[in-house]
């Protein structure tokens, strides 16, 4: 699986952002996907993640409420769709695709990375 994402830039606080991450393969409707940021001097922390059907996701505390992601089969693409953007939300946003789920960075590694996305939100 590769992942290509999308759809970073610069936003005012308040306002927001849909990330996209499309995926190549034939395996994207089995796998599940998920969201990981990582802003200046800090390590890359888990945002989201949504099982292989997109019947059900998880969400980090900090993000609940704001962040929502979706999954397109038939596109071989998942979404994050930003809302309330907060300054604090800066940071490269990377997809990620893994054959189990998982709700933080799991012990054995996410199987597929995509290139980050930039977001910035100024205040």
């Known amino acids: 699986v590769q992942l290509q994402a999308s759809g970073g830039g610069l936003v005012q606080a308040g306002g927001s952002l849909r990330l996209s991450c499309a995926a190549s393969?034939?395996?994207?409707?089995?796998?599940?996907m998920g969201w990981f940021r990582q802003a200046p001097g800090k390590e890359r922390e888990f945002v989201t993640s949504?099982?292989?059907?997109?019947?059900?996701?998880y969400y980090a505390d900090s993000v609940k409420g704001r962040f929502t992601i979706s999954r397109d089969n038939a596109k071989n693409t998942v979404y994050l769709q930003m809302d309330s953007l907060k300054p604090e939300d800066t940071a490269v946003y990377y997809c990620?695709?893994?054959?189990?789920?998982?709700?933080?960075?799991?012990?054995?590694?996410?199987?597929?990375w995509g290139k980050g996305t930039l977001v910035t939100v100024s205040s």
């Open positions: 990620a695709a893994n054959a189990a789920f998982f709700i933080r960075y799991p012990p054995g590694g996410i199987d597929y």
């Open positions: 949504i099982i292989p059907t997109g019947r059900s996701a």
């Open positions: 393969g034939r395996t994207f409707s089995s796998v599940s």
